[in-house]
């Protein structure tokens, strides 16, 4: 199993520029979430999904989308990029609500 | 958000010593991660706690969740260089689903 697959790995953005992060994984998990890791401060959570058909915001949503169409996968939209969205997102997913996260390898961001 | 105290936020240690890091929180959580995390990488599971007084090991790594819930403790033992890397506790409050509140990290440098 590849796990939870993230990509690109390193991108770099415009600010107003628009892209998606991808994330997928093959553990058929129902839980998948998004974080930001900035320097000095822990991950913390963008958006999670619950099932397909299913998000939700978490701790720091704004200037980010999340669809869920199916098991596998789980994007992150950015509509328009500031530099405050310069940092690392890491996908994440679990079996169930109360359980350990898997995390994939992150993807570098910088918005210029 | 929650706040995660984790400290110490660096150690210098040589190696065959052993390490012990703290999280601490204002709040109750019914669940405690650590994870592990190396340049480049996502967080790695090392060891999750669901009880309040649990005490778990992986090889040489010894977690226990505290009495309160409002801590976790995280101890390694016999230190070698490949345990270097960056250490963090995540808590989970039982009634927020799966958000998990990440410490900001522990820096582990280990001196051959």
């Known amino acids: 199993n590849a796990g939870v697959t993230q990509t690109p790995k390193f991108q770099v953005l415009k600010t107003g520029q628009s892209m998606t992060l991808q994330c997928a994984q093959d553990m058929n998990h129902e839980y998948m979430s998004w974080y930001r890791q900035d320097p000095g401060m822990g991950l913390r959570l963008i958006h999670y999904?619950?099932?397909?058909?299913?998000?939700d915001q978490g701790e720091v949503p704004n200037g980010y989308n999340v669809s869920r169409s199916t098991t596998e996968d789980f994007p992150l939209r950015l509509l328009s990029a500031a530099p405050s969205q310069t940092s690392v997102y890491f996908c994440?997913?679990?079996?169930?609500?109360?359980?350990?996260?898997?995390f994939g390898s992150g993807t570098q961001l910088s918005v210029l | 958000g929650q706040q995660l105290n984790q400290s110490p936020q660096s150690m210098f240690i040589q190696e065959g010593e052993d390490v012990s890091m703290n999280c601490t929180s204002s709040s109750i959580f019914n669940t405690w991660l650590w994870y592990k995390q190396e340049p480049g990488e996502g967080p790695v599971l090392l060891i999750a706690l669901y009880k309040a007084g649990e005490l778990t090991s992986n090889g040489r790594l010894t977690a226990q969740f505290g009495i309160t819930r409002k801590d976790s403790f995280l101890n390694i033992s016999a230190s070698i260089p490949s345990d270097v890397g960056i250490y963090f506790c995540?808590?989970?409050?039982?009634?927020?689903?799966?958000?998990?509140?990440f410490g900001t990290g522990t820096s582990l440098t280990v001196i051959p």
């Open positions: 994440a997913s679990s079996p169930g609500l109360i359980e350990k996260l898997f």
């Open positions: 995540a808590g989970q409050l039982g009634n927020t689903g799966n958000q998990f509140y």
């Open positions: 999904s619950v099932g397909a058909g299913i998000t």
